[in-house]
């Protein structure tokens, strides 16, 4: 498995798999708070769950 930052070779074994390392995991938490990257599937009605609802008139 290689990790998908860097592209090293990662044991299974490794605790920060699928990363080499925390420096290459930080980078991939750092790319999604930035939006690097998004997920380019719309949203279908009913693909949200009760919790995701907007809260009713009352708050």
Do not use: H
Request: proline share 14%; hydrophobic share 25%; net charge negative.
């Amino acid at each position: 498995m290689k990790c998908p930052i860097c592209r090293k070779p990662v044991e299974r074994s490794n605790p920060e798999l699928p990363f080499c390392s925390e420096r290459c995991r930080l980078i991939d938490l750092g790319n999604w708070a930035s939006e690097k990257y998004v997920i380019s599937t719309p949203l279908r009605p009913g693909d949200q769950t009760e919790e995701e609802d907007p809260a009713p008139d009352g708050g």
